[in-house]
């Protein structure tokens, strides 16, 4: 439920953004995540670990979404169809 809450937050923030994410941005997003993700697997109590998925989840939604919109918007509209097929089947693992 926690991760959900995050997540949420996420999205709504992600609402925001009206410009290609940047690379830094991808990367730092993505190291962001990478990061909450070790710490909240780490967390020797449940209650810690609720209260650290929260931030996890919106860290993956913005994570997410940056790499959804940069792919998006970085290729031609003719185009656009087929790339996101590829990406989404690269990026769903399969």
């Known amino acids: 439920m926690p991760l959900a809450a995050g997540a949420c937050v996420g999205a709504v923030v992600a609402t925001r953004r009206t410009v290609r994410p940047s690379s830094l941005f991808l990367v730092a997003s993505a190291i962001g995540f990478a990061i909450l993700e070790i710490v909240t697997g780490l967390m020797p109590d449940f209650a810690l670990t609720g209260v650290l998925l929260v931030p996890t989840g919106l860290a993956m939604l913005t ?32």
Request: overall charge positive.
């Open 63 to 94: 994570f997410t979404t940056a790499a959804n919109a940069s792919v998006q918007m970085g290729v031609d509209p003719m185009m656009r169809g087929r790339v996101m097929a590829l990406y989404l089947t690269c990026f769903m693992g399969g």
